[in-house]
């Protein structure tokens, strides 16, 4: 038969989803006026971008002549590979949400209702819906709903990384913008917080971790001078450590920040790629809000008032 016995990683993702446009808080995308179909393209983005990573060894083809779709098992690098089953889980407070992106993956979502007076702890309740589910999958994704997952081989790197450091850390990507001006291609917005906060947390350091990646070039880690990232990976094995544990639900900027980082830096060390090597493991910002700083960093005296108070709550904002 085509149909063989293989083996299937699963994984299962948790995403916090809340969008209103007059929600006044200009520090996060979710609540920006004007922002209703940028957001809709980066959970959109999102969601598509993580059914992707999904694998199976048989595929079908079209047969047109024949008027027939025919399975055939793919011969290519990732068939060597487990199959991998994804389980994506979207929580909201069922009224403030982007209904109509909601709708066209309905069949591959799981919705959540939950009923909270301040929506940013939408975030802690899609971290806790992750980290205390009965059976943990053999990966459990955090994921904020305008970050796209392009590598194909995110998965496989999670995996790689956390069987090469025995499940003691937690790698987390770089997450950026397109800037594509005066010469320069990529933003990343997670760059180095000020030593005396992140002291509190962490102690970085450079090449803490090193590892070469299916006999590529060696890859270094760094203990990241800022662990942000908006998502973390936890392997079946943290999850369980983490079993009986309080949580976080403050001490890191606030509930997002504090969902998807102080959760995993609380307990692990956090590693990222070194910058040189950024590539290795990003997730690109779906719904770009950094890259205008660019232009008030070169610009600031040109532009509108409105504008410079903007992006001075989110200069003043990130600049912990």
Request: proline share 6%; charged share 20%.
């Amino acid at each position: 038969m085509l149909l063989m016995v293989v083996s299937e990683r699963q994984v299962r993702v948790c995403i916090p989803h809340y969008f209103r446009e007059d929600d006044g808080d200009l520090r996060y995308g979710s609540g920006q006026p004007g922002s209703q179909l940028a957001r809709s393209l980066a959970l959109g983005r999102c969601l598509a971008a993580l059914l992707d990573l999904q694998r199976c060894r048989v595929d079908a083809q079209l047969a047109i002549g024949h008027r027939a779709i025919e399975p055939f098992q793919s011969q290519t690098e990732a068939a060597a590979a487990a199959n991998v089953r994804l389980e994506i889980h979207v929580c909201g407070d069922g009224h403030h949400h982007l209904g109509g992106v909601l709708h066209h993956f309905r069949q591959h979502i799981h919705y959540h209702r939950v009923d909270l007076e301040d929506p940013r702890q939408l975030a802690l309740a899609a971290r806790d819906l992750l980290l205390q589910h009965h059976e943990p999958a053999d990966l459990n994704l955090y994921l904020e709903d305008d970050l796209v997952i392009s590598d194909q081989n995110y998965l496989e790197k999670m995996i790689w990384f956390l069987d090469h450091c025995q499940h003691r850390m937690v790698l987390m990507p770089h997450r950026y913008e397109r800037l594509d001006q005066d010469g320069i291609g990529a933003l990343l917005v997670d760059g180095p917080l000020r030593p005396e906060f992140i002291s509190q947390f962490t102690t970085p350091r450079r090449q803490a971790l090193q590892g070469r990646w299916r006999q590529g070039p060696t890859i270094q880690f760094d203990v990241a001078s800022n662990p942000h990232s908006g998502s973390f990976c936890l392997s079946r094995a943290q999850v369980e450590q983490l079993r009986g544990v309080e949580l976080p639900r403050h001490g890191f900027i606030g509930p997002m920040e504090t969902a998807a980082t102080l959760t995993v830096l609380a307990h692990f060390p956090v590693l990222k790629p070194a910058p040189e090597q950024w590539r290795f493991l990003a997730v690109e910002h779906g719904h770009p809000s950094f890259r205008d700083l660019w232009q008030f960093r070169v610009q600031s005296d040109h532009q509108p008032s409105d504008q410079k108070v903007s992006n001075k709550k989110r200069i003043q904002f990130f600049s912990t």
